[in-house]
């Protein structure tokens, strides 16, 4: 796996159309708070939620999932059990998945809440940031992890061999460093 940088944008690089790219944050929600991201593209099929493992590309693991597909339409799926259709999304639609200070899970786009789950989540679990993507060229941006204090923190990506991670608005190169070596 390769360790990528803080925040910006993902990008499947290889790999053609299968579910076989993925990346997580290295930072954790703990306790209370939520992760937040902006849709790049409303033409490829993501998967972004929260997991409280990781290590594989495959969307079934993701808890808490907004699945958005090549078509345009959003679903929600937790531990791969589809949670029902919730109409369509555009690009610079603005997603967040919430974890209250009770456990309530609640699904948000552009501000309002289309599903609140109901899966407990924990909050002595840590949750990350994990994303499956499936066509080249998928893309997600501006990821963030807010604590239960209003606190944002950009997220820091560990990518498969298929993803790149670059950050926002500039012309940084990346460097990349293999984990496993």
Do not use: C
């Not at 690089?13 to 939520?34: F, M």
């Not at 902006?38 to 907004?66: D, K, Q």
């Not at 501006?142 to 990518?159: I, M, P």
């Amino acid at each position: 796996q390769n360790n990528g940088v803080v925040g910006g944008i993902i990008k499947k690089l290889s790999g053609g159309s299968a579910w076989n790219a993925g990346a997580y944050s290295l930072e954790k929600l703990i306790g209370a708070g939520s992760l937040d991201f902006e849709v790049t593209e409303a033409n490829t099929h993501r998967m972004v939620g929260l997991s409280s493992t990781t290590g594989n590309s495959s969307y079934e693991t993701i808890e808490y999932t907004f699945y958005l597909l090549a078509s345009g339409a959003l679903y929600i799926r937790e531990s791969g059990v589809n949670r029902g259709s919730f109409g369509t999304y555009s690009s610079g639609d603005i997603f967040e998945i919430e974890r209250s200070s009770d456990g309530v899970v609640s699904y948000i786009k552009n501000g309002e809440t289309i599903y609140t789950s109901t899966v407990i989540s924990s909050t002595d679990n840590p949750l990350l940031v994990d994303v499956s993507l499936y066509e080249n060229g998928s893309t997600l941006n501006d990821v963030k992890l807010t604590n239960a204090s209003g606190v944002q923190e950009a997220v820091t990506w560990v990518t498969d061999n298929s993803v790149e991670a670059h950050r926002l608005g500039s012309d940084l190169s990346v460097a990349y460093q293999d984990l496993n070596a």
